[in-house]
């Protein structure tokens, strides 16, 4: 049992250090965070080359940061349940709100920075936080079928 606590402690860890990250993508202003797309795009032109510019992907950038730091946020948070499953009884509201109430507070923090907040970002941060939690989820439920534990 003492061993599940110390993993759920870790994977607790792990969670506030990815929320305080996601965050922190929220309070530069303007400015800074237009200067900060703009060196992923050319980084992203650089490693692909010049086909890149014309693509969806490289046009909505910021887009797909949004959906892949809550799709890893969700695959942490569902990670952490796996792992604590087994020492407590834990429900799943918890899980299911955790993601929208961190986008929430992510999109409200812009007003901060004098960014525009938009409702389309949580739900979209909201989609990521699904994909990542149920992808992880559904890989530990194919492992197990096809790897069962044995008693």
């Given at each position: 049992?003492?061993?599940?606590?110390?993993?759920?402690?870790?994977?607790?860890?792990?969670?506030?250090?990815?929320?305080l990250l996601i965050w922190?993508?929220?309070?530069?202003?303007?400015?800074?965070?237009?200067?900060?797309?703009?060196?992923?795009?050319?980084?992203?032109?650089?490693?692909?080359?010049?086909?890149?510019?014309?693509?969806?992907?490289?046009?909505?950038?910021?887009?797909?940061?949004?959906?892949?730091?809550?799709?890893?946020?969700?695959?942490?948070?569902?990670?952490?349940?796996?792992?604590?499953?087994?020492?407590?009884?834990?429900?799943?509201?918890?899980?299911?709100?955790?993601?929208?109430?961190?986008?929430?507070?992510?999109?409200?923090?812009?007003?901060?920075?004098?960014?525009?907040?938009?409702?389309?970002?949580?739900?979209?941060?909201?989609?990521?936080?699904?994909?990542?939690?149920?992808?992880?989820?559904?890989?530990?439920?194919?492992?197990?079928?096809?790897?069962?534990?044995?008693?």
């Amino acid at each position: 049992m003492k061993n599940h606590h110390k993993t759920a402690t870790i994977w607790w860890i792990v969670i506030v250090l990815t929320v305080l990250l996601i965050w922190g993508q929220s309070l530069p202003g303007k400015d800074l965070s237009n200067l900060q797309s703009g060196s992923v795009q050319g980084f992203l032109g650089r490693l692909f080359g010049e086909g890149i510019y014309q693509t969806f992907f490289y046009q909505h950038i910021r887009k797909f940061a949004h959906f892949a730091e809550y799709a890893v946020l969700g695959a942490e948070v569902a990670a952490y349940r796996l792992s604590a499953r087994h020492y407590t009884r834990l429900r799943i509201w918890p899980v299911l709100v955790f993601g929208p109430i961190v986008a929430t507070i992510d999109e409200l923090l812009q007003f901060i920075s004098a960014r525009a907040p938009l409702v389309s970002d949580v739900l979209l941060d909201c989609g990521g936080y699904a994909f990542g939690g149920l992808g992880l989820w559904g890989i530990f439920v194919l492992w197990r079928k096809f790897y069962p534990q044995k008693s």
